[in-house]
């Protein structure tokens, strides 16, 4: 799976980019690849961000610690850092 962009052309001029989630598989006859749009997150300019932050918190469930950690790191460009451990602090409290 992975996330695409497709872009249009209106009738104005303007030029429209829209966000998907794909996923290419294997036509069972005709031997080659084909995309299966999943999901439309919709037009750019209109983007539920904060939708995107809930599933992509949601689905970090299935994966380990150390995983979302090297996940972290690539997205944000720092790759010398490395998860090493995680221990309970007790309760927050607030002032």
């Given at each position: 799976m992975y996330v695409r962009t497709n872009t249009r052309k209106n009738k104005d001029g303007s030029v429209v980019e829209y966000i998907q989630l794909a996923h290419n598989r294997r036509h069972p006859t005709k031997k080659y690849s084909v995309t299966d749009v999943i999901y439309t997150f919709g037009r750019r300019d209109q983007l539920d961000v904060e939708a995107i932050k809930r599933l992509i918190k949601s689905l970090s469930r299935f994966i380990?610690?150390?995983?979302?950690?090297?996940?972290q790191a690539n997205v944000s460009g720092v790759s010398d850092?490395?998860?090493?451990?995680?221990?309970?602090?007790g309760e927050a409290f607030i002032l």
């Open positions: 380990s610690p150390e995983d979302a950690a090297e996940l850092l490395k998860f090493v451990a995680s221990r309970p602090a």
